[in-house]
């Protein structure tokens, strides 16, 4: 059947596509896929389907002649059901009789007119058609991988092997693995040679009609020519000879010299590389010149590569690119892949780059179809990324298998099929490719549709991070970190994060900033973590972005700037991070680099708490118990200390303590109080230890145990809890728990006035100002009692006032002093509940004690003894003031050397018990003495028992 112009002119370019398609193959692994998606690419670009290209391939006139291969492949690989053609034949081996058709009858045909004929213009006859020739290599090609894959593959696979040993990665030869002769034409079957299957049919036409003897030469000279070229080849590379180099180059000479492009370019190579001759690169680009100026495109290519990298001749990039851009033009896919390169990397012209990377993949460039595929997949086309990466696979490229198994794995441009991504990732993975050997080792991690292999998992990583895989050496270190797989180990960990990080790995960055940040298999280093947490912050890392933030708030690692941690708190906030809404919130309660504001704190506080961050919930709390930002709450504080507390936030722990102790937001539970006490104390919460210490001391809700006081006091004191230390001072100058110890005592005072502590300052006053555990020095008394006034203590504010009364430390100034003990009545009704509130109940009460103070400060003024034995009374049972007995004792003191026999009865009493002194019985005796003779009814009580006892004894 005739067929219209059109589709007959579809069918050649068919046959010549398929044709092209098979020679240019280097993945012999996988030709059925690639030949299988080439014919799929066909069909769609020209709006067909397999039923209809094969409806036309039988219905053509010469379908036995042209196109048996092709439907014999159809029949091979299952892309067609029943049809007309396939009647010709009885079994099921249909693909190997169509095969089989085509090259028995060119056989056949050719034996019939050797027994009949010598004549070569009648044999050449035999062959009528490029398309009848293109039949022929098109079905010995698949003949032969019907029978001998694996040999073909073997031998194929050694050869390739061979000559990418010998060849530079950038220089190519005009190399030939297989020939055959067709009556007189010799065709390299690894080549593109349609334009030379043209040439021939037209010569061979023109000879057969003129009979033209010189042509007939001149076509014979050609054919030698080729066939020296041919036998360098075989000697260069040992295929069908012995292989040896010098002959090698002496065939390609000869033809060289006669004028063989091909030899030519081949010659010049030899020059280039030492290959059977002294290396001459002068030489070598002298004959690829002369190869590139016949239009040789590999010696173009070669040219272009001479002249970029001054190869045999000066460097001279314009000269470079112009014979890349002719090899470009000739079809060389490598030229045009360089093409694609240069106007994406220098010129900058996407369009161009596309249009030669295009140029080049579809003349099987497989680095190209890789590039087009990243291209796609940066634009985001997925299903154009995906086909041009399926192609580069099928050749082989080990890139694009993992991008391929990629694909597979995540659904980009295709259905998910993680079988698919498992089967490209091992291949490419055995053959070293980094990044599928990291992408194997988590799916034997994650174990979908594979069996969970961990060891498997851990085998991969260590080969991809070997091969420098910024991902595996991060996944590496994430398992040495947590101990998956393999035993913890901080430094490995470090160390692969460290590798990993160097490579840019945004994940790894972080983890080595953290590393350093709280020394992790390295020491500690601040100014590191801040580096690292910038560079990752910068990047978009929002915990990064956090934690530099905090870097910036807390001045660790670089200077404290509020301005710019509130910057990177609300990045981070922004991104999502709970610990940077929860630090804002810190932020704006402070005026930290933003101006204070309670109500965004809350706001800030309550957003952290809501997602379930603890120290936001705890802090939520405050803000409810102390009325921050909000109404104040107890029980909703109550709520939020109770869910941090049991969540394990020590703080919180021992809040919820002194809710239950104090009943608030709550009933009132001193058993409940003294568990979260013991539960926070347990874990070391410095707060805890000191309320729990405060309950045995006083035996509130427990046993009274002055040694467990101490020694929680102590522990407190020793992790820099500032009350803590006040009362241990206490503590060792009461001889309460422990031996009495006047030096400890100070020390300990010292300790929590270094932070300025407001009572202890004041305690630091009295005993400078007293002696106690110190040299006297009225000088640093004042200094002492001054600091503590400034920060509002109530007592020192009486204590300051009665030194400018008094002048002690300073001048006198009673009109000062008056003033500090009107401003210490003042400060005391409004903020002394926060020292008294265990004492006072009756805020009324409170006041009523606070203006007696006042009274008999004001009296001392006027050396009243009484009033100096009152305010030591005052101090001794803390009415007004916070409870004292330092200051009692110096009171007393002051009296009793006034004459108060009340206060000789008390001083008495001090030195009796050893009470802020040692025991002194003698001094007491003779206190308690002239008190009983001044009419001290309780002095004389007193020595009537002493009086007794010594009777007794």
């Known amino acids: 059947m005739n067929l219209d112009n059109e589709n007959n002119n579809l069918l050649k370019k068919f046959l010549k596509g398929f044709y092209r398609q098979i020679i240019k193959i280097d993945n012999y692994n996988n030709f059925e896929n690639i030949l299988i998606d080439w014919v799929q690419d066909y069909l769609i670009n020209n709006e067909l389907n397999h039923e209809k290209i094969l409806k036309l391939m039988e219905d053509h006139e010469e379908n036995e002649n042209w196109f048996s291969g092709l439907i014999g492949f159809f029949y091979d690989y299952d892309l067609i059901n029943d049809n007309d053609l396939s009647n010709l034949f009885d079994d099921d081996d249909k693909s190997l009789k169509l095969y089989l058709l085509s090259i028995n009858k060119y056989t056949k045909k050719n034996d019939d007119d050797d027994n009949n004929n010598d004549d070569d213009d009648e044999i050449n006859n035999n062959l009528i058609s490029i398309y009848q020739l293109l039949n022929i290599i098109i079905s010995k090609y698949l003949l032969s991988f019907y029978y001998y894959k694996d040999i073909i593959l073997n031998k194929r696979d050694l050869i390739i092997k061979e000559f990418k040993n010998l060849e530079e990665k950038k220089h190519t030869m005009s190399y030939n693995n297989q020939f055959e002769n067709f009556n007189g034409l010799e065709i390299n079957l690894c080549k593109d040679e349609i334009n030379i299957m043209e040439e021939y049919f037209e010569s061979k036409n023109k000879y057969c009609s003129n009979n033209n003897n010189e042509n007939q030469i001149d076509y014979d000279k050609k054919k030698e020519l080729i066939e020296l070229n041919n036998l360098g080849h075989c000697y260069q590379y040992g295929i069908g000879k012995k292989k040896d180099l010098f002959k090698s180059f002496e065939y390609y000479l000869k033809s060289a010299k006669g004028g063989n492009i091909d030899a030519q370019n081949n010659l010049g190579y030899c020059y280039q590389n030492g290959i059977g001759i002294i290396k001459d690169e002068k030489k070598a680009f002298e004959w690829y010149f002369k190869s590139a100026n016949e239009g040789n495109i590999h010696a173009q290519y070669n040219l272009g590569i001479c002249y970029q990298n001054g190869i045999g001749i000066k460097k001279d990039d314009k000269e470079s690119f112009e014979w890349y851009f002719k090899s470009a033009e000739g079809g060389y896919s490598l030229a045009q892949n360089i093409l694609g390169d240069y106007y994406q990397n220098i010129e900058k012209d996407l369009e161009k780059s596309i249009y030669w990377y295009e140029k080049s993949a579809e003349n099987g460039n497989k680095l190209s179809q890789y590039k087009l595929g990243i291209h796609y997949k940066n634009e985001e086309n997925e299903k154009k990324s995906f086909e041009y990466f399926k192609k580069s696979a099928n050749q082989g490229y080990l890139d694009s298998q993992y991008e391929l198994g990629y694909c597979y794995e995540n659904g980009i441009g295709v259905d998910t099929n993680l079988i698919k991504a498992f089967k490209l990732y091992t291949i490419a993975s055995e053959k070293g490719q980094t990044a599928a050997q990291s992408a194997l080792g988590t799916l034997y991690k994650n174990g979908k549709y594979i069996k969970l292999d961990l060891a498997k998992a851990i085998y991969w990583y260590n080969k991809a991070a070997e091969n420098g895989c910024k991902i595996a050496q991060y996944n590496l270190a994430y398992y040495y970190k947590h101990g998956i797989s393999v035993k913890r180990d901080d430094v490995k960990s470090f160390e692969y994060f460290k590798k990993s990080a160097k490579q840019g790995h945004l994940e790894a960055q972080f983890e080595l900033g953290y590393c350093y940040d709280k020394g992790l298999g390295t020491e500690v280093d601040k100014t590191k973590a801040f580096e690292l947490y910038k560079i990752t912050a910068e990047r978009g890392h929002n915990i990064g972005q956090s934690n530099l933030g905090i870097l910036y708030q807390s001045g660790v690692g670089t200077e404290i700037d509020p301005e710019k941690a509130v910057y990177w708190h609300n990045k981070a906030a922004e991104n999502g991070v709970i610990a940077a809404q929860y630090n804002l919130g810190v932020c704006y309660y402070n005026g930290f680099g933003v101006e204070k504001n309670e109500k965004k ?312 018990n050893g009470i802020i002194v040692n025991v002194d019985k003698e001094r007491a005796f003779n206190l308690y003495k002239e008190a009983a003779e001044g009419g001290n009814d309780d002095a004389k009580k007193i020595l009537t028992l002493l009086n007794e006892q010594n009777e007794i004894d």
């Open 601 to 912: 704190a809350f706001e800030y506080y309550e957003m952290a708490s809501d997602k379930g961050f603890l120290n936001a919930q705890f802090e939520l709390g405050n803000c409810y118990y102390l009325g921050i930002g909000t109404e104040i709450n107890k029980d909703k504080s109550f709520e939020l200390y109770k869910i941090a507390a049991e969540r394990g936030l020590n703080v919180a722990k021992s809040k919820i303590g002194y809710l239950y102790e104090n009943g608030e937001g709550t009933e009132k539970d001193l058993v409940q109080a003294i568990y979260w006490y013991r539960e926070a104390a347990e874990n070391g919460c410095e707060l805890a230890l000191h309320n729990l210490g405060y309950h045995y001391k006083f035996g509130i809700g427990v046993e009274k145990d002055e040694i467990k006081a101490f020694e929680l006091y102590k522990r407190a004191a020793e992790k820099g809890y500032i009350d803590a230390q006040n009362n241990l001072g206490f503590l060792y100058i009461m001889g309460e728990g422990t031996e009495k110890d006047f030096e400890k005592a100070n020390y300990w005072f010292q300790k929590a006035a270094t932070n300025e502590n407001e009572v202890t300052c004041d305690n630091m006053g009295i005993c400078h100002e007293l002696g106690i555990g110190t040299v006297k020095d009225k000088n640093k008394a004042f200094e002492y009692y001054k600091k503590s006034a400034e920060k509002g203590y109530v007592n020192a504010k009486f204590h300051l006032g009665y030194c400018y009364v008094n002048g002690i430390g300073t001048k006198v100034d009673k009109e000062k002093g008056m003033i500090l003990y009107d401003e210490a009545i003042v400060k005391g009704k409004n903020n002394a509940m926060e020292y008294l509130k265990l004492m006072y109940e009756d805020n009324e009460k409170l006041v009523n004690d606070l203006n007696m103070v006042n009274y008999w400060y004001k009296r001392s003024a006027e050396n009243d003894k009484l009033a100096l034995y009152k305010l030591g009374e005052i101090y001794e049972l803390g009415k007004g003031v916070n409870r004292n007995e330092i200051r009692a004792f110096g009171y007393y003191k002051q009296a009793a050397e006034e004459g108060c026999v009340n206060g000789k009865c008390k001083l008495g009493y001090y030195y009796d």
